[in-house]
């Protein structure tokens, strides 16, 4: 299974929209405090409109407490990054857990986490005009991209509501 993992998030509609990428991706959040809201406040559950309870989500006191509960393999997302995210095989043919993990929108991960970690730092290519893209925009595409070389696991190729002919039929 594939996770995403908040290291302590700022902005409601951020998370909000994470959450509903992560229902429609079937990964799982993790979410390490301190919050910048309240899971319940009106702008997560806007952004998350009616997904929330389609969501499998967990909590955490710290960083510490996240990783002794989840054993897997970790990729941090910062900007300090030198590899780009799809340098990576995520095909994961020995089932292990993938985490993928993003900062808070202030300040990103801690230095001190990713020093520990730098073969598994990474950052999405852009030009150097801006610092970075909006977490909610960089998960997108990060697990996208791992979906993809997954081949999109047990995802709906087609619509599931009106049909796969709906565009055809008058």
């Not at 702008?43 to 054993?71: A, M, T, W």
């Not at 990729?75 to 292990?96: A, L, Q, V, W």
């Not at 290519?125 to 997108?140: D, E, G, K, T, W």
């Amino acid at each position: 299974m594939n996770h995403i993992v908040l290291y302590e998030p700022e902005i409601p509609q951020n998370t909000g929209n994470i959450m509903r990428t992560c229902v429609a991706t079937n990964t799982r959040l993790h979410l390490i405090k301190p919050l910048g809201f309240q899971l319940d406040d009106k702008n997560v559950k806007r952004s998350g409109v009616n997904y929330i309870d389609k969501l499998e989500y967990q909590v955490y006191e710290n960083f510490e407490e996240f990783k002794q509960q989840n054993p897997g393999i970790y990729y941090y997302f910062t900007r300090y990054g030198r590899k780009p995210h799809t340098s990576f095989d995520y095909k994961n043919e020995e089932k292990n857990e993938l985490y993928f993990i993003f900062g808070k929108e202030s300040t990103g991960i801690p230095k001190e986490i990713l020093k520990e970690n730098l073969d598994h730092c990474m950052r999405i290519p852009m030009s150097n005009q801006v610092r970075a893209l909006n977490v909610s925009n960089s998960v997108a595409i990060v697990i996208y991209e791992v979906l993809r070389q997954q081949n999109y696991n047990d995802l709906w190729m087609e619509e599931p509501h009106k049909g796969r002919d709906y565009l055809e039929k008058d």
